[in-house]
């Protein structure tokens, strides 16, 4: 994500301040804004730039009359003799219709808008600069329709109406420099909830007006997370406030915009979603990014790790607080797992490989640092994360910007650690397997507890104490095992139970029944597909007890449900088009990516997609989210092949 040119505009000269007046036209997916820009001179010069992908521009030159600016399509070149040290500025306004980077996405009649900087370049939108490195002060005013909430990165500190508008212009203040992909907006109709952490940060959660009652259950332990990570990272969280807002169809899970997460409305859950995919571990990640990442940016993506893996591994320590340490040892140990597996394939690399796929930046960095701190123990590294910190703020840094730190307090090279740990393409698994063995009985019994080989052991392992997630383990191994007994497990055990065992024994009937009372949308997916399945003369039972559950924000419960009612001919036999039309409506663009694919595939396996659903799906391939795209490319070059 860095070219040598960009590197070299940043040693002479430094962007100080961006101000922009912003305004939209969405119907055309139009942006419009008015720029003051503010820069000092390094070295002597005769021109600097900023990057701005096919942008129209109006010029209105300020500061010194000698300054031209020039528009190639890729970049605004700012000409002129410049003096080292000067300080200088202009003004411009421009237009664009941005590809990507930004996105107006409309449901219902109401407009959703919001940004991705990082991997798609926000100077798609904004004039500003592609390369990490040269931090700026942002400061954006965002004029739109006055129902609207506008949530920006910094803090509001007013909105006023529009003259002869139906607008409002809200105005927000940065107070600190941060990297351009950090730049955010969204613009949609929300309803907020405040709360402060114990620094006395305003913590505000956006929701959905419809989704008020999931508040509480997607936002869960967010003031805790906070709270602990101030206080582990012993460095105050370095912005004015933090928002976190969830959108339609975002291209990942979360993204850490300085001050302003925005994240993945497939994590707003209620409170029996929370048990099967909640937004706990992404809140985390990307709170800790607000310090790593945003306070101190990595120079260049061979160092990226310095990112991601401190985001994963403070995240972890957050959910530790959480969850306990049997699931922090657990985490660590899937790592492990997956990270030999990728060496034994051939796809291992060393952590500064700027080509390294996410498990090796998020999961060996995250190991890293536990590894790490295991070594030179709490208080050593502790305090070099905070001198780190404190060093590099608002900069950018190297792998051995991090290393100097620790080695200094700690007294000794650490030189052989980085190798094994960090440089060497091997991820070092015998080493890391015997930490965690030696720190965790919880690890020692789940990977003693093991039916690849079929012993008289495994059955009691099911009766007895073992950990249920040793016990999930033995029934994924030897789903056949599972008696009447073991449904009096906990929740995990019971929905190891819906998911391995399909062949259901008439002895266990009235157990696995119960499942579908379970608080889990898994749980009682798989249990009602398998029992289904099963139960041939009971299906109208199944059916009518699941008529209301709906699931994930996919729906995964309510689309299998029309699937095994249109497959159940004598079960409302007179509403089956109603209950068809359903299932195809939800391919529309209206609804969200994965419930669309969701809608798809059900379609495809019941071979039912009609005229409309085809229409549905040649939309779906010009859609921002590459997920979408490329599902729905495939799958209609399918039904291509079928007919030919
Ligand atoms: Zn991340």
């Known amino acids: ?144 329709d006055k129902a609207y909430n506008v949530v920006v990165n910094g803090n509001l500190i007013g909105s006023e109406p529009v003259k002869d508008k139906e607008e409002s212009l809200h105005v927000f203040d940065m107070q600190k420099p941060m990297s351009s992909y950090l730049v955010a907006l969204v613009i949609g109709k929300y309803n907020k909830k405040t709360e402060t952490s114990k620094s006395g940060i305003p913590l505000e959660y956006y929701c959905y007006p419809e989704d008020s009652l999931k508040v509480e259950s997607t936002y869960r332990y967010s003031k805790q997370m906070f709270d602990f990570l101030e206080e582990e990272i012993g460095f105050a969280y370095p912005w004015q406030n933090y928002k976190q807002v969830p959108v339609h169809d975002f291209l990942y899970a979360g993204m850490e915009n300085t001050s302003l997460t925005i994240f993945s409305d497939a994590f707003v859950v209620d409170s029996i979603g929370f048990n099967d995919k909640n937004y706990v571990n992404v809140n985390a990640h990307e709170l800790a990014h607000q310090w790593f990442g945003d306070l101190v940016t990595a120079k260049s993506s061979k160092h990226h790790w310095l990112q991601e893996g401190f985001a994963t591994y403070y995240a972890l320590l957050s959910e530790r607080e959480i969850f306990g340490d049997d699931y922090y040892y657990f985490k660590l140990y899937e790592s492990v797992v997956e990270l030999g597996r990728q060496d034994l394939s051939g796809n291992g690399t060393s952590l500064l490989n700027p080509k ?30 905070k001198n780190y910190l404190e060093k590099y703020q608002l900069a950018s840094v190297e792998t051995s910007d991090f290393i100097s730190e620790v080695e200094r307090l700690y007294g000794r090279s650490l030189s052989t650690f980085v190798n094994l740990w960090i440089k060497q393409k091997a991820f070092p698994y015998d080493m890391a397997f015997a930490i965690l063995k030696r720190q965790s009985t919880f690890i020692n019994e789940f990977v003693q507890v093991d039916c690849e080989a079929k012993s008289s052991k495994c059955a009691e392992y099911l009766k007895y104490y073992v950990s249920d997630e040793a016990k999930a383990k033995v029934i994924s191994q030897v789903p056949e095992l599972v008696i009447s007994n073991v449904f009096k497990n906990g929740l995990k055990v019971r929905q190891a139970i819906a998911k391995h065992v399909t062949k259901i024994p008439e002895s266990l009937k009235s157990d696995y029944e119960s499942l579908l009372n379970d608080k889990s949308y898994i749980t009682i997916e798989n249990a009602l597909y398998n029992l289904w399945i099963n139960f041939p003369l009971e299906r109208s039972k199944y059916l009518f007890k699941t008529r209301n559950i709906v699931g994930f924000s996919d729906k995964n419960v309510r689309l299998l449900w029309l699937v095994l009612n249109l497959n159940t001919p004598y079960y409302e036999a007179d509403n089956k088009q109603g209950l068809y039309d359903e299932l195809v409506g939800y391919t529309n663009e209206k609804y969200n990516a994965d419930l669309r694919i969701n809608a798809f595939q059900y379609l495809d396996l019941i071979k039912a997609c009609n005229e409309k659903c085809k229409s549905n799906l040649e939309t779906a391939k010009s859609h921002h989210n590459w997920r979408l795209v490329k599902f729905a490319k495939q799958l209609s070059e399918q039904l291509e092949q079928k007919k030919n």
């Open 1 to 144: 994500m860095l070219s040598i040119s960009f590197a070299q505009q940043a040693d002479y000269v430094d962007f100080k301040k961006l101000e922009a007046t912003l305004g939209f036209v969405p119907d055309s997916s139009k942006i419009q804004g008015g720029v003051y820009l503010e820069f000092k001179i390094l070295k002597k010069t005769d021109s600097v730039y900023l990057d701005a992908i096919d942008m129209d521009f109006k010029f209105f030159v300020q500061s010194d009359e000698n300054i031209k600016l020039k528009n190639d399509g890729e970049k605004l070149w700012v000409k002129s003799d410049f003096e080292e040290g000067e300080t200088y500025s202009v003004i411009f306004n421009y237009v664009a219709y941005p590809k990507k980077a930004l996105y107006f996405l409309k449901r219902e009649d109401a407009w959703q808008i919001w940004t991705q900087g990082q991997g798609k370049y926000t100077s798609n939108w904004l004039p500003s600069i592609d390369d990490v490195n040269d931090k700026i002060e942002f400061d954006l005013r965002v004029a739109f």
């Open 356 to 385: 390294s796929s996410s498990l090796t930046f998020y999961q060996r960095g995250a190991w890293v640092l536990y590894a790490l701190r295991n070594k030179v123990g709490d208080v050593v590294f502790k305090q070099a994360v």
